[in-house]
């Protein structure tokens, strides 16, 4: 775990006592830093708090940006342009309003965002940056042909003065990111991450996460662009080119920069490769061959300095995939009936809760689905089976909102969810699991279910449904979660969201038969323990038989039977089709 994080988790030390920690050494440093340092020294600063920035969009939302410099321009241009008006307020002002645009900015960059990845979202950014390269080459800032100075705040004029203010900055900033970082923005940021349809079933809109993680990364940018208007005195195009936001971005990369020490690690890099060059005489634009280098070795293999250095410093190395498994045991009879009679039947009470009506869904020419009607009673458990490929994970994505080309209606209690997206009708008490791990292993367990529950579970309701399904303590980090388990951790974290519906995508999936029959167990309790119904795709038929009251069965995309439970698995057609999987019946 990195070092800062692990020293607030402890509780040991509070981010705003860090913060008042870090000013006083700056304060120190400030006085005591050689003459021919400091000016590096406020440029290190400056870096470390464009880096912080980017570190949300690359690092923490998984996403490319690269113009962060330019976003720093516009944060320059704003500073500059209002000393030129001369408008009221004063610098600390200005910086603040450089801010605002330059996040104002990000937003506009982040619309293409919303539809490009990858490759795509990278030229994007970097059209931008050169564009606006271009632009500021013609026009320059304003105030520079007249060599108008943008004047430091009172009482930081000199170098020694304006490195301490900025060093104010960046604690106050960097205390800011922490915060954010660990808010309901910083879990959807990281979910947006690893899903993006994990993140909408969480309810979460995926367009506010990204564009929200664009504007915070590049108001920080603006923030420290202002602040390089303050270092300079009068800002010239070369300090924003493009080249330097890729250097800046392969910086983000190598150093991990979404942590704060590692994007102090980052900013001191950005002045200290520079200037070894300049020691051994070799002309400085060679630091972006360093740069290039270091980013090829962060992107090529999987480590980075900074995770290097991280690991060095904390002893700890990293399990991935395989370690803390499930705490799922059968109840003993007598525990379990005694369950179930505060329970009921699970065949619910005879009100409808999810109808679904004539639902077709074709792929070109494959008819995933056709006409399927099917219904959930408020307070039931209901199986949905079907060989491989029968239309069943069609079925919940459409139901979910994830196929919105569908025909048919679908309704939750007395909403029509046709047209919604997903995080509406995650709104509207209808989630999801998904047969495909969508659970992000940059969280904790803890985090990843306070975010899925959208604030309706306190830790000690977490705690609860956590040990109720049998999933690893809150504190556990998911990265070190096997793969059966976090199938439970994903079902736990929607249960603590309280939904009307919940529509389970194979969740059983990577349990031994044990653990099947315990979590069998778990989900009749569900309906009267949490006032959940359940949807649940499964093909382990035992299972199915355990908790399901009513069953539908898919066979090529149609409905091939569906009813009570006796009548379905005895339908000669059921039969028929599980033929040549025997080992399920
Ligand atoms: P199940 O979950 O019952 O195993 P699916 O719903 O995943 O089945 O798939 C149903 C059918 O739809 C399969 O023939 C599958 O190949 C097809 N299919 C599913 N998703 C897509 C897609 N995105 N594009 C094209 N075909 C798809
Ligand atoms: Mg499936």
């Given at each position: 775990m990195p070092l800062v994080d692990t020293l607030f988790r402890s509780r040991r030390i509070s981010p705003l006592v860090f913060g008042v920690v870090a000013v006083l050494v700056a304060f120190a440093l400030s006085a005591l830093l050689p003459t021919y340092l400091v000016y590096l020294a406020i440029t290190a600063i400056v870096a470390t708090i464009a880096l912080l920035g980017l570190g949300i969009v690359t690092g923490t939302a998984g996403m490319i940006a690269l113009c962060q410099l330019t976003f720093a321009a516009v944060g320059a241009w704003i500073v500059s342009l209002f000393t030129v008006l001369d408008v009221p307020g004063g610098y600390i002002l200005w910086l603040v309003a450089g801010g605002v645009v330059a996040g104002l900015a990000g937003v506009v960059i982040g619309l293409p965002a919303l539809r490009l990845r990858g490759v795509n979202l990278a030229v994007v950014t970097l059209g931008f940056a050169a564009a606006a390269d271009a632009t500021l080459l013609k026009t320059?800032?304003?105030?520079a042909p007249q060599g108008t100075k943008v004047p430091r705040p009172e009482g930081f004029l000199d170098d020694r003065g304006f490195f301490f203010f900025c060093a104010i900055v960046l604690v106050v900033i960097a205390v800011a990111v922490h915060y954010l970082q660990r808010s309901r923005f910083g879990s959807g940021w990281r979910s947006v991450a690893f899903s993006e349809r994990g993140t909408a079933s969480a309810g979460t809109s995926v367009r506010l996460a990204k564009l929200s993680a664009f504007a915070v990364s590049a108001a920080i940018a603006g923030i420290a662009g202002g602040l390089i208007a303050g270092q300079v005195g009068t800002a010239y195009p070369a300090g924003f080119s493009t080249i330097q936001s890729l250097a800046l971005y392969v910086l983000a990369i190598v150093s991990g920069a979404y942590l704060i020490e590692m994007a102090v690690f980052g900013g001191i890099l950005w002045v200290l490769i520079p200037e070894l060059l300049k020691r051994f005489g070799i002309p400085q634009d060679w630091g972006f061959v360093v740069f290039g280098a270091l980013g090829i070795q962060a992107l090529t293999t999987n480590s980075n300095l900074g995770q290097d250095l991280r690991n060095a410093l904390t002893k700890r190395r990293h399990r991935r995939g395989a370690g803390t498994s499930t705490g799922l045991v059968p109840l003993s009879d007598e525990a379990f009936e005694a369950s179930l009679q505060a329970s009921g039947s699970g065949s619910g009470s005879g009100k409808p809760l999810l109808t679904v009506t004539g639902l077709s869904v074709s792929f070109g020419q494959v008819k995933a689905l056709q006409n399927v009607d099917l219904t959930v009673d408020e307070g039931a458990i209901v199986g949905l089976i079907g060989p491989n490929g029968a239309g069943k994970s069609t079925f919940v994505d459409a139901v979910a909102g994830f196929?919105?080309?569908?025909e048919g209606t679908v309704r939750l209690g007395g909403d029509a969810l046709d047209g919604l997206p997903p995080h509406k009708r995650a709104r509207l008490g209808l989630r999801r699991t998904f047969q495909q791990d969508r659970v992000?292993?940059?969280?904790?367990v803890g985090d990843y279910v306070a975010f899925i529950a959208r604030g309706e579970a306190e830790p000690v309701a977490i705690a609860e449904v956590l040990a109720f399904i049998g999933?690893?303590?809150?504190?556990?980090?998911?990265?070190?979660?096997?793969v059966g388990t976090r199938r439970l951790v994903e079902v736990a974290a929607n249960l603590a969201a309280k939904p009307r519906l919940l529509v389970l995508?194979?969740?059983?999936?990577?349990?031994s038969h044990e653990e099947h029959v315990a979590f069998g167990q778990r989900l009749r309790m569900i309906p009267a323990r949490y006032g959940t119904s359940i949807l649940i795709i499964e093909h382990d038929l035992d299972l199915v038989r355990s908790v399901c009251s009513s069953i539908t069965v898919l066979n090529f995309g149609a409905v091939l039977a569906s009813g009570s439970q006796e009548t379905v698995m005895n339908d000669p057609e059921v039969l028929k089709a599980y033929m040549g999987e025997t080992e399920m019946l």
């Open positions: 320059q800032f304003p105030g196929l919105p080309q569908h992000p292993p940059s969280l904790t999933c690893p303590p809150a504190s556990t980090r998911i990265v070190n979660v096997d995508d194979e969740p059983a999936a990577g349990l």
